[in-house]
């Protein structure tokens, strides 16, 4: 039997590919294959491209897999390595080949080809009784596909609502066949990429362009560095609100020029056309990705919600309809303003840094009214890159707690008490999912601050609008914090929260009112007066001298409520 020495890299199919996959680097390594050139086998059983190569509907992916020099890579394993692979049939090869616009894979490039199947197959084998229970694995681009299993056909899924699954779980030597009737596209477009490649978004196109957006809109990865100068490398994530040109020309807009002539029309503030573009442009992007599930998710329980925009101080509402059919039509964007709405069927676009809507309305930058605003104070894109993707902000309560520092986040700026701390069960800062006793916690998750007896923490508010707001502070209690409860070698947690210029005194733990475990709610100012549209400063310190020599102590924060307050 021949035995193949797996080494712990393997050259992907561009930088960027390369980039993406480093975590997943060490599965193959076709740049030192000593069986290039001819086919690898195991003769004790079929690994995957072997038992691929030997059913007569899997021909063309096989090839694909020659022609891209990854058929010896798919077959190999050593301890611990093994692959699921979502192999499409003929049929759906044919099919894939249609849409890209080709008629074979020859047409397509060596390294387009690598992509696929790299998009096609997951590190480590997965038993049918386990994926029907997974919502998405990620594959070895670093992507996550989410997975739907078929109400109505047993033993059939969707993959990013893309992917048929019509067969699970064949066995081969070193891991498992999912049978796909519908291949997927890899992801290897970024958002500028698919909006420079449609053919009817060329004003947008150019707006972007002209207020560099373009270079944060192609941008996979980037770093960024906190107070105690630690570097982080994070996967950048976008939402693109994307205006057709169709939709500009229903607006009397036929070019870019026209647009800045718009929106100098409408501008009262005295702007140039150049700094109205820009705002506009950024007024369409959202710092994560989101899905309409997403936004309509988010927005339900509370019926509008404020977005924020990468435009400076500028938001945006979304008004949740119930009654609407369509999920793409429950959720409507400044319902008081100039309304847009997603467009389903070319909306939930997905690219490597995020999604890309269609809206049936230009969108001009508009400030709605107050409405109530939750700051979840884990809700930060570079919180979301260090917290592992399988733990990120649940959809159900967890079976245990997942824990993880966050410390490094530069969103925080914070500073430890000059005594330290006695608790060693949390890092400076945490991210802390929530189990079935906690399911009130909003996005299940919260914050875990142990910074020590005069710790601080400061942080940047979501964008606020003007107006005077009731504030809520929304804390997590466990049994562990009961001392502090009833006061007991404790103040109860006494912090001091400054918005701004504007503090007040609060010891959350004595508002708790049973002994049970739970999320609690206090009120931490009655009325607070913002007087523009912006972003707030946000600070706390921890005045509660348990903070240092109590090894129970922690201050657990879920979420911060802002209640519009009539006149």
Known sequence: MKKLNLLKHILLMSVLIYMLCGCDADVFNITTDSFRNSNYTNDSNSPISTYLASKPDFSEYVKLLNYSDMFNALNQSTSGVSFTAFAPTNEAMKDFYKRCGVDSLTQLSKDYAKAFVLYHTVEDSILPDAFVLKSYVKNLSSDKL?????TLKTGEAWLNNQGHVVQMGLSAYNGKIYVLSKAMTPLVETIYDRLTKAKNSEIMRQAVDATGWKKQLSAILDTTVNKQRERTVIKKSFTFLNVTDDVFVKNDINS???????????DSRGLSEDSLLREYVAYHILDNAYTIRDFCRMTESNNTRIWNTSANNQVFSITYDSLALNEGDRCIINSAGSKAGFITGNSDLLAKNGYIHELDSWLPVYEPSQARIIWDLADYPDIKNLVSSEYYQPS?????EYSCQISSASCFNYEMGGSGTN????????YVTCKSNLS???NLDRVVFNVGYMGSVEMKTPTIIKGKYKVELTIVYLTDHDFMRQQADSNGGLLKISFDNMTTYTAPYTKVTSASPGVYTSTIFDQIEFNKTASHSFKL?????AA???????????CITFIPVKD
């Open 146 to 150: 989410n997975i739907t299993i078929d």
């Open 548 to 558: 240092s020599t109590n090894s129970h102590f922690s201050l657990q924060i879920d």
């Open 541 to 545: 310190v921890v005045l509660d001298p």
């Open 423 to 430: 608790n060693h069960s949390y890092g400076d800062i945490d």
């Open 440 to 442: 009130k916690a909003n």
């Open 256 to 266: 870019l020029n026209d647009l800045k002539k718009k929106l100098k029309d409408r």
């Open 396 to 400: 159900a309560p967890t079976s245990s």
